[in-house]
């Protein structure tokens, strides 16, 4: 157990719909990491937060977008979903304001778009 | 776009035997880390090398840099079936976005 925790564990929606994935991450972690991991593009970064601001911007679609609130956990939201914004969602935290140091993964979760 | 590439895609062990991966990249590096990842789950953070550090041990992982190729390798001794997973490398450019490659998926055999 990473102590990075993540929900909903999976979502079915349909397409145009929009949702909102949650991150917790470990106590005293600072640093939030979006990634998105499919089939055919492979584990790809998308936003990272460090104490509620944004740090740096990965290929993340304008149609998602990112939050970090002040109790540090962080929202993503995914809208006008597309069957390819299938994949695993994954958010990682570290205590780092850069990927200087390892990030700690939460389990993931799993969107599927139909 | 990923900006390591591991080799090979997928290596079949006998249980016992030695699991060597490798990492190649393409720019200057921060850091470069190794993450395994079991069939769907999340990703276990294994070993971080920095740009200046050439080797580094963690129990049975021991991870080489060389930074004049572009490359690294990650080699697991005595391989269980604990091991059976896909193997990651994930580099840290100066942008300090972490990059990750497609893997290689170990399975190791009883």
């Known amino acids: 157990d990473s102590g990075v925790t993540q929900t909903p564990k999976h979502l079915i929606t349909a397409t145009g719909q929009r949702v909102t994935l949650r991150c917790s991450p470990r106590?005293?972690?600072?640093?939030v990491y979006w990634y998105q991991q499919s089939l055919d593009q492979g584990l790809q970064f998308l936003i990272h937060y460090y104490n509620g601001e944004e740090r740096a911007k990965g290929n993340i679609l304008e149609r998602f977008s990112a939050q970090q609130f002040p109790d540090l956990h962080s929202e993503l939201n995914l809208s006008s979903l597309e069957l390819g914004d299938s994949a695993l969602y994954f958010c990682?935290?570290?205590?780092?304001?850069?990927?200087?140091?390892?990030?700690?993964f939460g389990p993931g979760t799993r969107l599927t778009v139909t | 776009s990923q900006q390591g590439e591991e080799d090979p895609q997928a290596l079949s062990i006998q249980e016992g035997e030695n699991a060597t991966m490798n990492c190649s990249y393409k720019t200057s590096i921060n850091n470069l880390q190794w993450y395994r990842q079991n069939s769907g789950r999340g990703l276990v953070h294994l070993i971080l090398?920095?740009?200046?550090?050439r080797e580094k041990h963690s129990g049975r992982l021991r991870v080489t840099l060389d930074t004049s190729k572009k490359s690294s390798s990650l080699l697991i001794t005595a391989s269980r079936a604990a091991d059976t997973a896909s193997y990651f490398c994930?580099?840290?450019?100066?942008?300090?976005?972490?990059?990750f490659g497609a893997g290689t998926t170990v399975t190791v055999r009883a």
């Open positions: 994930a580099t840290v450019a100066n942008d300090y976005k972490l990059s």
């Open positions: 990682a935290s570290s205590v780092a304001n850069a990927p200087t140091y390892e990030q700690y």
């Open positions: 106590s005293g972690d600072l640093s």
């Open positions: 090398i920095r740009s200046n550090e």
